[in-house]
């Protein structure tokens, strides 16, 4: 998704459709992150670590929304 979206950077609405739709998959991955921890296939240390670098790459997404100009080409004048 992510490569899409830097593929579409000329279009900013196509780029942030992109990265809102790689938000989506990092959250279902959070879904079952939390699903393994329920069914006692990861333990507590485990779901915290791999937790935190989902809320890493969740903060860099927003953060790419947020700034979707400084990653979108410009269009030239004249």
Same mark, same amino acid.
């Given at each position: @998704?992510?490569?899409? +979206? =830097?593929?579409?950077?000329?279009?900013?609405?196509?780029?942030?459709?992109?990265? &809102?739709?790689?938000?989506?998959?990092? @959250?279902?991955?959070? +879904? =079952?992150?939390?699903?393994?921890?329920?069914?006692?296939?990861?333990?507590?240390? &485990?779901?915290?670590?791999?937790?935190?670098?989902?809320?890493?790459?969740?903060?860099?997404?927003?953060?790419?929304?947020?700034?979707?100009?400084?990653?979108?080409?410009?269009?030239?004048?004249?």
């Amino acid at each position: @998704m992510i490569a899409e +979206s =830097w593929a579409r950077r000329r279009y900013p609405a196509s780029f942030v459709n992109k990265i &809102s739709e790689a938000m989506g998959e990092a @959250m279902e991955t959070q +879904s =079952w992150l939390d699903h393994a921890l329920d069914c006692a296939y990861i333990d507590t240390d &485990s779901h915290r670590e791999i937790d935190g670098a989902w809320q890493k790459v969740g903060a860099m997404l927003n953060r790419m929304i947020e700034r979707v100009d400084t990653f979108c080409d410009q269009p030239r004048k004249g």
